[in-house]
Nanobody, 124 residues
């Protein structure tokens, strides 16, 4: 059974940091590029970042406002992808979910499964 369990969200003040983690199981994690997307209240989901599956990883960030503040990484030995978020702003408030992705900007469910997500709330 494919599972994508996100954790690490919470309430943080403007300027604070959080580290999200998404632990995957039920599929060959290191065969997939993995990424984070987010959905703010009343808005459409938007892709945040994607990291490739190769040993020498490539990363892309799809929101200009997070570049230099958010950093995606992965640990294939732990089947986990991370999102380090620094200098958080109220506009970063959203439910963050992990999924498979392409470096070209597509985010898609892994065998039909989209992670449940973790809520990040940034207070002003």
């Amino acid at each position: 059974e494919v599972q994508l369990q996100a954790s690490g969200g919470g309430l943080v003040q403007t300027g604070g940091s959080l580290r999200l983690a998404c632990e995957a199981s039920g599929f060959d994690f290191d065969d997939f590029a993995m990424g984070w997307s987010r959905q703010a209240p009343g808005k459409e989901r938007e892709g945040v970042a994607c990291i490739s599956s190769e040993d020498v990883t490539f990363t892309t960030y799809w929101i200009d406002s997070v570049k230099g503040r958010f950093f995606i990484s992965r640990d294939n030995a732990k089947n986990t992808v991370y999102l380090q978020m620094n200098d958080l702003k109220p506009e970063d408030t959203a439910v963050y979910s992990c999924s498979a992705c392409t470096l070209g900007g597509d985010f898609y469910a892994v065998f039909g499964i989209w992670g449940q997500g973790t809520l990040v709330t940034v207070s002003s």
